[in-house]
């Protein structure tokens, strides 16, 4: 599957930007799907996870309350909407996918990376 990743920008603190992730190529509604971001200098997190059917999901601590991850299997995307954010928040995000189970955190299980959208969050 191919995944397309966009919508970051230059945001300031406190604002909100929405990311999207087009995906191509095989069922899309089976595959489990997650964002990542990675900051300049540091290493690949786990930002948020989707189940196949976009029933559950799942955030990392540092976002809980502020972003929401949602798809939608008739339009082969997902999203993540980002409220509230903070300078920290700034990096490059990346949409991921993977069969099998759904629920895995480690970004080293997924098969698939979109090419990344830079997320600058001023203060």
Known sequence: VQLQASGGGLVQA????????????RTFSNYGMAWFRQAPGKEREFVALISWSGDNTYYADFVKGRF????????NTVALQMNSLKPEDTAVYYCAAKGGSWFV???????????????????
């Open 14 to 25: 406190g604002g909100s930007l929405r990311l999207s992730c087009a995906a191509s190529g």
């Open 68 to 75: 929401t991850m949602s798809r939608d299997n008739s339009k």
């Open 105 to 123: 955190t480690d970004g080293a299980q997924y098969h698939y990376w979109g090419q990344g959208t830079l997320v600058t969050v001023s203060s």
